[in-house]
Nanobody
């Protein structure tokens, strides 16, 4: 199985930047996609960005041009660089990893890290 540990959240002013990190351990060789989701109070969890083994990326429309997802396969770490942050980006951000275990596709989640954008 895959375990994920996140870091990098915090409080930032509108227009500021943050970088989130997520380190994977365990059955890392079976991971095929890693990503970041977020959940704001009273809202459903939504995909922010993901990146496949091929480095193909996918972004939520509202973060395109502001957020960048990258992946270091040597360090088994995925990053989310967030620029030009807006108050509506405030949420708990969760790292995810999709992997194959015993022939089935599974997903692991990180513990979540709070991002607050406020003046």
């Amino acid at each position: 199985q895959v375990q994920l540990v996140e870091s990098g959240g915090g409080l930032v002013q509108p227009g500021g930047s943050l970088r989130l990190s997520c380190a994977a351990s365990g059955s890392i060789f079976s991971i095929y996609t890693m990503g970041w989701y977020r959940q704001a109070p009273g809202k459903q969890r939504e995909l922010v960005a993901d990146i496949a083994n091929s480095k193909t990326t996918n972004y939520l429309d509202s973060v395109k041009g502001r957020f960048t997802i990258t992946r270091d396969n040597v360090k088994n770490t995925v990053f989310l660089r967030m620029n030009a942050l807006k108050p509506e980006d405030t949420a708990v951000y969760y790292c995810s990893a999709d992997y194959i275990y015993e022939g089935e596709s599974r997903r692991s989640w990180g513990q979540g890290t709070q991002v607050t954008v406020s003046s």
